[in-house]
């Protein structure tokens, strides 16, 4: 082996053992916040495809010993990846007499073109409730009503109750009625991020979450989120007749995830609900969970509507 292949080659193994341990040391959460840990967790997916491959060269080339090596730390920092009881998995026969409730969230990035695609999208679907983050700047909820004039019954946020204008404006219309509902804002001076709580008024009443926290892109963003799903972990307590939608900033394989209640709707481990919902490149950090009391008939990621995030929908059952 010529002298410049080996030294490339041994920088590649030794790069990916350090990211092989910032995964290990992200995936227990034993320091927090977990930052800039959690950042080589987000895109393991994508770090374990490198693995593979190089795995596979070390014993193309007879070397043992690194692929062995790679493959034991390989085993220890991917085993979130294993599905577990935190996923609920679709079954499309409880839906089949239409006794489900079908809701689609997307996060709009504040883009005119996407709303006018997730509402058309939301009719194909015959959604009983659309979700929505990052509305429009210019959007207000008399043009919510008129936009989405056939649903009865529409809330609209873009300040807290103490008159903060808010890190991302929210929305929410139904045509099943709803309850009172009300606005959990963090404690943050400017542009707060924040969870909608209101009762879907259904036979047996299912509690609705909207939340959006904020980007973890550094320390105090990863508390700021955190903080959010405190809030939202104390807000349901024991409760089981529940659904959580939004973009949580947040993949499903990470200490923080692992923490909030609900199971997820779906199994999230191959698809990507950011960046163009492209493996290669995106994840998945966009969620709906649901309470025990809850069954899923359906989970999908929908197509692009002009954000750089994709629509989910989800249909539910009481059980």
């Known amino acids: 082996m010529k002298p410049i292949i080996r030294k490339t080659s041994r920088a590649i193994y030794v790069g990916l053992l350090i990211c092989l341990l910032l995964i290990a040391i992200g ?96 009719r194909k679907h015959s959604a009983d409730l659309i979700a929505l983050s990052e509305l429009p700047p210019l959007m207000t909820v008399e043009k919510l009503k008129t936009y989405l004039s056939d649903y009865p019954y529409i809330i609209f946020y873009d300040h807290a109750d103490d008159g903060r204008r808010l890190g991302s404006v929210k929305g929410i219309a139904s045509r099943l009625p709803l309850g009172r509902s009300k606005l959990i804002a963090e404690d943050y001076p400017n542009f707060p991020r924040s969870i909608i709580k209101v009762p879907l008024l259904t036979d047996q009443p299912i509690e609705f979450y909207l939340t959006h926290p904020r980007i973890p892109l550094a320390h105090a963003g990863m508390r700021r989120r955190d903080a959010v799903m405190s809030l939202l972990k104390k807000e349901i307590g024991q409760k089981d007749n529940f659904i959580i939608v939004g973009d949580f900033n947040l993949v499903p394989w990470t200490p923080t995830f692992r923490e909030i209640p609900g199971r997820r709707a779906g199994n999230p481990r191959w698809i990507s609900t950011w960046k163009d919902g492209l493996l290669p490149l995106g994840v998945p950090i966009d969620h709906a969970l649901l309470g025990r009391s809850l069954a899923l008939g359906r989970s999908e990621v929908l197509p692009q509507i002009g954000s750089d995030h994709r629509p989910i929908l989800i249909s539910v059952r009481i059980k």
């Open 27 to 122: 995936n227990i959460g034993v320091i927090r916040p977990n930052w800039p840990f959690e950042l080589f967790v987000t895109f393991m997916r994508q770090v374990l495809l490198i693995v593979i491959l190089s795995i596979c060269i070390a014993l193309y080339a007879k070397s043992r010993g690194p692929a062995l090596t790679l493959l034991f730390l390989g085993a220890l920092s991917f085993w979130p990846l294993i599905p577990g009881s935190k996923y609920a998995i679709p079954d499309p026969k409880i839906c089949a007499n239409d006794e489900c409730v079908t809701v689609v969230f997307a996060n709009l990035r504040r883009n005119p073109d996407a709303f006018n695609m997730v509402r058309m999208q939301a």
